[in-house]
């Protein structure tokens, strides 16, 4: 079924290009392609073949829509671009490769490959891609409604319906001469009669010999039409077609125009005369088919040569590549791609001319005249083979002004003529804690360079035309404030108050335990844990700092062979070394704390005492319950956690863990305390207490081996002495 026409196809398939898809209309796909004419059509057809993008050379020849196929690319292009390009849209292609990089609409643009540039969109050639589309299906026609104007031809089926004194129904096929024969009547020429007036001939001519009775006359199956398609088609040829069919269904039959083919003029021949032409543009932008001519038997439908064509980009609604009709001029191409967007800039319109026998040239032309004024010199024809571009207005906007800082409603500005500060910011405007005395207006000098200019509005709403100063686009206006943000600490664990608290400037540590009621029963002061922001980028600091100097030795180290040693020595070092960089990255991926040692205790013993700090906006206390246990880790043969005992000292919580391991280095033993502090002398590690960490660092590994380096050593001075041995015998 031909898509709109109820028509039955009875001619042969069409044919499909080495790719797989129809010779005439390329649709997108991800994979390169190239489509071929059909074989009869080939020596006929010239440059009806597509061109793959892919297969386009960068520099244009001298006439590019005369080009070869076989043209070959110097930077291959893929993706959507890899659909093909016919004769025409290739020749557009090469001027637009150039003019068309600063007219594409975000997202327009293809992806380009890594550190290629970005390459605009091809134009195609409009219209063609209606006829894209494969016929699905051909079934028979016979229940399609008829309109009254039908017209009546051999092998059309007449039902004709009587009842009252008479039933009957009778089915009548209209003869190759036109009749049908009705009992009593006898026959009747209905040949070329439209439906309406058949119906009315059947009931007169019944009326002569019958009374009193009803008469209905309904169409039954129709009949079909041999038409001939031909010219610039996808497939030419006759093909056999419902009663019904137009014109375009009959080129939909054929596939479609080629992209050579005309889709302004296409013609219909009736007994070697032209009875009309179709302009498929009316049809396809205003739906117009009043020239959509109903076909008979025998009829011609020929599709010339395409005319001339010129196309536009830019900012219109639909780029393409459009063919001419008549004188056409800008404006009509404008027209035909759907008018222009809003951000388009008519000032300057630029059109690329391909002139005979001579390099192209670009022409600049005003084209808001024409539409402001109706000026026709801005408005000129368009040639064939114009390539017409309209840009983009300026993005930016000017005539504004930006405010910000303490006023209650910041933003964007109109700049208004003449406008002064004080019109701009009025007292209303501005918040309670601004100040206007300090009102700052940044602007841009004409050597780019920022100029700050200061305002006091107080005196400029007094009338001071000195203070209120004459706005310019794009100044910047800042309304100052001696307002600071609330300085918060958070206090957390046991407090009797936990949360929270805003803190006055140069407020201390106790004065805020104060407000927090102290601490619980629970509290162990001990373990509390103080944190600052402002030490934690110390902290972060520091930290990249030591592991940049870890990997330094670490690579120092790995690099350096380990004197005396053996292959699965050194093999088993690198081990080591690759370990201690995993763990090293570890440490790098730590988050800072920020911790600071503060020995806490009740507010009225902290105050006064070194450790009573003045809080900062940041900071954070949190207090926890008594610990139960001593953390052991390190150097040992079991990293856990043991029990606390009153009066045990580190070599019992040592011992517990299994003991110290090969690698354990006891001279560097030493106690991190639960407030964060650390003490390594032999008489503090005899006192531990719940909440400390007792730490064993491994010692470094000997760089000399002595053994080995004993056996390399005779072996070398043995060797030697074999040598003069051997030596003396010769000599």
């Known amino acids: 079924m031909l898509p709109g026409s109820g028509t039955q196809y009875q001619g042969a398939p069409r044919q499909l290009g080495p790719s797989g898809v129809s010779p005439c209309h390329a649709r997108p796909t991800w994979q390169q392609q190239t489509v071929s004419v059909p074989v009869p059509r080939q020596s006929q057809a010239g440059g009806g073949a597509g061109v793959p993008v ?41 001027d637009s490769l150039q003019s068309l990089a ?23 050639q409009y219209g063609y891609t209606t006829f894209a589309a494969d016929v699905s299906t051909f079934a028979p026609v016979d229940d399609i409604p008829v309109g009254p104007d039908y017209v009546l031809g051999p092998g059309d089926d007449l039902t004709i319906n009587v009842w009252g004194p008479v039933d009957a129904t009778v089915v009548r096929t209209v003869d190759r001469n036109g009749r049908i024969v009705l009992p009593k009547v006898g026959d009747l020429r209905v040949w070329g009669l439209t439906f309406s007036q058949a119906d009315r001939l059947i009931r007169e001519q019944l009326a002569r010999y019958f009374r009193g009775f009803q008469t209905s006359v309904t169409m039954g199956r129709l009949r079909t039409l041999r038409v001939h398609v031909v010219g610039e088609v996808c497939q030419p040829g006759v093909y056999t077609l419902s009663s019904l069919a137009t014109l375009t269904n009959a080129l939909f039959s054929a596939g479609g125009p080629t992209k050579l083919g005309s889709l302004r003029e296409v013609r219909l021949l009736r007994n070697g005369h032209q009875v009309g032409t179709l302009d498929l543009y009316d049809f396809l932008q205003r739906g117009d088919r009043t020239r959509d001519f109903r076909l008979e038997s025998g009829d011609t439908v020929f599709v010339p040569t395409v005319g001339e064509v010129a196309a536009i980009a830019g900012e219109v609604k639909r780029p393409a590549i459009y063919e001419l009709r008549g004188q056409a001029r800008v404006s009509d191409l404008v027209a035909l791609a759907g008018g222009i967007t809003p951000s388009s800039y008519l000032k300057r319109v630029q059109i690329v001319r391909a002139q005979p026998n001579a390099e192209r040239v670009t022409v600049d032309v005003d084209l808001s005249q024409y539409y402001l004024k109706g ?70 000098r004409p050597d780019l360079a920022v100029e700050i200019i200061p305002v006091n509005l107080k005196k400029a709403w007094g009338g001071d035309q000195d203070q209120d100063v004459l706005l310019r686009p794009l100044d910047e206006v800042a309304v100052r404030t001696e307002l600071k943000a609330a300085r918060l600490v958070t206090l957390s664990g046991q ?20 407000r927090a009621g102290g601490f619980t ?135 517990r863990v299994g003991g110290l391991t090969k690698e354990a280095d006891k001279k560097e033993l030493h106690i991190v305390k639960a407030d964060g502090s650390a003490l390594s002398s032999f008489t503090n590690l005899r006192d531990v207490e719940p909440g400390d960490t007792i730490v064993v660092p491994p010692k470094q590994e000997e760089k000399i081996r002595v053994l080995p380096t004993i056996r390399d050593v005779v072996q070398t001075v043995g060797a030697a002495l074999l040598s003069f041995a051997a030596l003396a015998v010769l000599f």
């Open 54 to 94: 892919s297969q386009v050379s960068a520099t244009p020849p001298g006439d590019a829509r005369g080009a070869s196929p076989t043209t070959q690319l110097s930077q291959p292009i893929a993706g959507r671009e890899a659909e093909e390009l016919s004769r025409i849209e290739t020749g557009f292609y090469f």
């Open 102 to 124: 600063g007219l594409q609409r975000p997202g327009s643009a293809q992806r380009p490959a890594a550190g290629e540039p970005a390459r605009p969109e091809p134009l195609r």
């Open 375 to 444: 000026d026709r010199t801005s408005n000129p024809p368009v040639n064939g083979g114009d390539l017409v571009l309209i840009y983009r207005s300026d993005p930016r906007i000017y005539n504004t002004i930006k405010v910000e800082g303490a006023v209650k409603y910041p933003g964007t500005y109109e700049l208004k003529p003449m406008m002064r500060i004080a019109q701009l910011l009025p007292a209303d405007k501005l918040l309670p804690e601004a100040q206007p005395e300090r009102v700052e207006i940044a602007r841009r």
């Open 495 to 514: 407090l009797v108050r936990p949360g929270r608290y805003v803190i006055a400037e140069g407020e201390r540590l106790s004065s805020l335990l104060d």
């Open 521 to 655: 029963e629970r509290a162990y002061l001990r373990s509390a844990v103080f944190t600052r922001q402002a030490l934690q980028k110390v902290e972060k600091e520091r930290l990249d700092e030591f592991v940049r100097v870890q990997e330094q030795r670490m690579f120092a180290a790995a690099s350096t062979t380990v004197v005396g040693a053996e292959k699965e020595e050194v093999a088993s070092q690198q081990q080591a070394l690759q370990v201690q960089r995993e763990a090293l990255r570890a440490l790098a991926a730590k988050v800072a704390v920020g911790r600071m040692v503060v020995r806490l205790d009740t507010p009225e013993k902290l105050r006064g005492s070194p450790d009573d700090i003045i809080l900062v906006d940041g900071d954070s206390l949190e207090v926890a319950e008594p610990p139960a246990s001593v953390y052991v880790l390190g150097a040992v043969r079991t990293s856990t956690s043991v029990l606390w005992v009153q009066g045990a000292s580190a070599e019992y919580y040592v011992n």
